[in-house]
C-alpha cells in the first residue's frame, strides 16, 4: 500500500505522526513524505524539523493520501499549485484522508463537496462555507474521503482504516505493537467533556489557526 | 521550560512527537531536538527523516530530558559517547523521561540502577539485568524518573509530567487543544486484553528490537 503524507511549514506534527505510524505496518507499506519542495519543513512553531523526501511533482500517484492539519494549513488552503496537486493525486487515491484542519484544506480544493467530514473541534464551523457537512465525531467516512477531529484523531483514523483495509488481526496487531492503551489523566478530550469555561476561552482565542472567511 | 528530545535512526517517531506534541505547549516551552551529530537521523524503516537541531555537545543542561525508543536503541545502548551525555545532562535535569525502550537506554547508562520503570511490553523482562525494578503501567513516576510504555504511552506521560508539573488547568487545556478524546476501534492495546495468540506471536518475534543480554 502507498502512503503518502503532505508536510507543511507550522502543521501539526502529531496529526501526520500519529498515522504514519500505524500505516507503515500495513502490509507492503511504502510510505513517502511529500513537501511543495523536496526538503525541511518546520512543524509546529519551528522548533522541529521533518524532511519532505519528494516534492509533489514527484508524486503523481498513490493508494492513501494523507492531509495532516495546522495552523499551516491556512496557507495552503489558498495555494493554487498544492490545490491542484490535491486534486489531480485524489483521482488516484483508494482512500483520501485527512486529520485535524487537513480536512479544510481538502475541502478547499473542493474534494468534500457535499460530503460530511470533521475537524478540529474548533474548525468545524468552517467546512460549510466549501459546501462540506460538519459532523462531530473523531473519525468520519464518506466514500473514499476519511476525516479525522484534532490531531490525536489521526491514530484512531488509521487504525480504524486498516481495521477496513485489512481486518480486525492487522489493526489489532499494530494496536497492540504501538501499545495503543489510552490512559490520559483527565477526560478532557472534547468539548462536551472538558470544564466550559477552558472551552469557551479556547474558543475565543483560536482564530490563529483558522482562516478569515 | 527546557525540553531536550534525543533522535537517533530506527527510532520510532512517535514515542517523541507524541510528547513533543504535548511539552510543546507548556509555559515557556523551549523544545531542542538533539542528535549524535547536528543533521537528518532516520527514523522507523528510513522513511521519516527527522532534524536534530543540536549535537549532544552542543546540549549541556535541560529541565526535562526525553529519550524515545526503538529499535534503534539497541545501538544506543553500548554507545559510550551517548551514555556518557545522558549521565552529564541528567545531573541538571529537573525530569529525565522516556518512552517505550527509551528506559533501556536510561537504563544502560545507569541512570534507573534501584528504580521502578516501565518499558515496552515486550521489552519489560531487559530491565533487571540493569537493576531496574519492571512495572507494568502505562507511566511510571520514581522521583525524578518518568517512563512510559510502549510507543504511544508517551502522549499520557506527558500529559502526566504536565499536570505534576503545572497542575490540571494546563493538562486538561493541552488534552483538549489536542482534541485527545480516544477511541480506538479495538480495545487490544496491550497484551492483557489483546487476543492471547496474537500476544504469542509477538513475543516470539520480537527479538528484533531487543538486546541480548
Not at 504514519?20 to 512543524?43: C, D, I, P, Q, T
Request: include cysteine; charged fraction near 25%; hydrophobic fraction near 45%.
Amino acid at each position: 500500500m502507498r502512503i503518502t503524507i503532505l508536510l507543511f511549514d507550522r502543521m501539526a506534527a502529531l496529526d501526520a505522526i500519529g498515522p504514519y505510524e500505524v500505516l507503515r505496518y500495513s502490509e507492503n507499506a511504502e510510505v513517502v513524505f511529500v513537501g511543495k519542495e523536496k526538503g525541511e519543513v518546520r512543524a509546529g512553531q519551528g522548533t522541529l524539523g521533518l524532511i519532505a523526501d519528494a516534492a509533489l511533482a514527484d508524486v503523481k500517484d498513490t493508494d492513501v493520501l494523507l492531509v495532516p492539519g495546522g495552523p499551516g494549513q491556512v496557507d495552503l488552503m489558498t495555494d493554487d499549485e498544492v490545490l491542484s496537486w490535491l486534486r489531480e493525486i485524489d483521482k488516484t487515491s483508494k482512500w483520501t484522508t485527512s486529520v485535524c484542519t487537513g480536512s479544510l484544506v481538502l475541502a478547499a480544493a473542493g474534494l468534500l463537496q457535499g460530503r460530511k467530514a470533521t475537524t478540529h473541534w474548533l474548525a468545524q464551523d468552517q467546512l460549510p462555507a466549501f459546501g462540506v457537512e460538519p459532523v462531530a465525531e473523531r473519525v468520519v467516512f464518506d466514500g473514499k474521503y476519511v476525516t479525522a477531529a484534532g490531531v490525536s484523531a489521526g491514530i484512531d483514523m488509521a487504525l480504524t482504516l486498516i481495521d477496513r483495509v485489512a481486518g480486525s488481526v492487522p489493526a489489532q496487531a499494530i494496536q497492540l505493537g504501538l501499545e495503543y492503551d489510552p490512559r490520559p489523566p483527565y477526560d478532557a478530550g472534547s468539548p462536551a467533556k472538558a470544564p466550559e469555561p477552558m472551552v469557551t476561552s479556547m474558543r475565543e482565542n483560536s482564530r490563529f489557526f483558522l482562516q478569515e472567511i
